[in-house]
């Protein structure tokens, strides 16, 4: 029998490293698959998954700029992926019928806890961005038990719907981008795509304090930028934490969503760390 299919879809695509983390889990397991990157526009994104599944496809991660859509063409959601309103993998239902998940905040926060060591419990938390990465971060935060959670974002009206939508206007808040004088957050987590676009972080350097630890959602060259702010603004080098073993986090929950069994995640994280 032909492996059971798998793929990544994004626009642009190539250099996903979706493909290698998932093929590391299953040959980890002995589990048989395929696993393929698929490029599709945004205007074809629908017609694309839709054929992959029709053609026997059984699970698809999506990642920029499709999350939305990915979402919305779902039958049905986890409660993850309700809340956020955006999707980073889709399954194929026995009765051909799609469901929607969102694995990048469990990813977000197993990383920074189990990897990283950081207690999120307690402590007061600031995020950069609005968009779907950042709303999936907001959640798992107030799941994990910050004390505060403030978000500012470039665009404001999208830092308060995310807000919005938490709905606890004591522990979350918003903050205009240059509204953060005399505030100061033991953790400084950067969901903006910054570091891929360019932009830089005009930020008062008073926010970080002498433990304060800083997460860049990107990983390799795209985290250069964010981590020099944060190592100039007095974050201990190894106290920065880039996006890389989140995208092993989240890529063990869709791989468990789908083969029913969980991979060990640290060999393929270290191996993966090596180049990145
Ligand atoms: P979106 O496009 O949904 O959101 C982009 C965010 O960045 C918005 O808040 C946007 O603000 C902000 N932004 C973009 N350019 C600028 C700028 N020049 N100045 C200030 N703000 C800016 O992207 P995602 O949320 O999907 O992804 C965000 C980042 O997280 C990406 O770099 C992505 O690679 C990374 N990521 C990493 C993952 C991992 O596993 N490590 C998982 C998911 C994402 P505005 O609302 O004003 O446009």
Redesign the pocket.
Known sequence: AEAPRFAVFGHPIAHSLSPRIHEAFAAQLGIRLEYATIDAEPARFEAAVRQFFAEGGVGANV???H?HAAFAMADEHTEAARRTGVA?TLTRLPDGRIKAHNT?GG?FVRDITERGGFDLRGHDALLL??????KAVAWALMDAGVQSLTIV???PE?ADEVADAIGEPARCHTRYWDGLEGECFDLIVN?????????GFDLPMSIVQDHSTAYD???GA?AAEFKGWAVAAGVRPDWFRD??G??VE?AADAFEAWHGQRPDTDPVYRELRQRY
């Open positions: 990642t920029l700029p999350k980073n990048d990813g961005g609005a968009g779907g990465a950042a974002n470039r665009t999208r969901a903006t795509s910054i570091g891929v676009t360019g932009g959602l990107c990983y795209s996006g890389l989140m995208l989240q």
